[in-house]
């Protein structure tokens, strides 16, 4: 792993979560000196603090946090789910429609039958 290139990750990291060393240190239980040598690029990450990285913050993508590779937050379908969130109250207003719809359809068919028929 290049520490440079990671430095630059976890730099951006905790900028993107509106931290600073200390807040992100704490926030994956680590010691502020811990987090102050991965940004300065004196240490690799051990297994544990990718670990914890990615335990705290799920939504980050570890491929990129690990090799650079691919965006800093994940494209987990989030904005898929949102589109299929909105075509599930789409379908769920069609349905209400169509129930509506078809309770005029029986009230009138109803009303017809209960009128009296003229000759």
């Given at each position: 792993?290049?520490?440079?290139?990671?430095?630059?990750?976890?730099?951006?990291?905790?900028?993107?979560?509106?931290?600073?060393?200390?807040?992100?240190?704490q926030?994956?239980?680590?010691?502020?000196?811990?987090?102050?040598h991965?940004?300065?690029?004196?240490?690799?990450?051990?297994?544990?603090?990718?670990?914890?990285?990615?335990?705290?913050?799920?939504?980050?993508?570890?491929?990129?946090?690990?090799?650079?590779?691919?965006?800093?937050?994940?494209?987990?379908?989030?904005?898929?789910?949102?589109?299929?969130?909105?075509?599930?109250?789409?379908?769920?207003?069609?349905?209400?429609?169509?129930?509506?719809?078809?309770?005029?359809?029986?009230?009138?068919?109803r009303?017809?039958?209960?009128?009296?028929?003229?000759?």
């Amino acid at each position: 792993m290049n520490q440079t290139h990671f430095s630059e990750r976890i730099n951006s990291l905790i900028d993107n979560l509106g931290h600073n060393k200390k807040t992100f240190a704490q926030s994956i239980q680590v010691s502020q000196p811990v987090v102050t040598h991965l940004c300065n690029g004196r240490n690799n990450p051990s297994l544990e603090i990718l670990q914890k990285i990615v335990l705290n913050y799920p939504n980050i993508n570890s491929e990129w946090l690990i090799n650079g590779n691919g965006n800093l937050f994940k494209d987990d379908g989030s904005t898929e789910l949102g589109k299929q969130m909105e075509v599930l109250e789409n379908l769920d207003k069609l349905i209400v429609e169509s129930n509506q719809s078809l309770h005029k359809a029986i009230k009138l068919i109803r009303d017809l039958k209960s009128t009296p028929k003229s000759i």
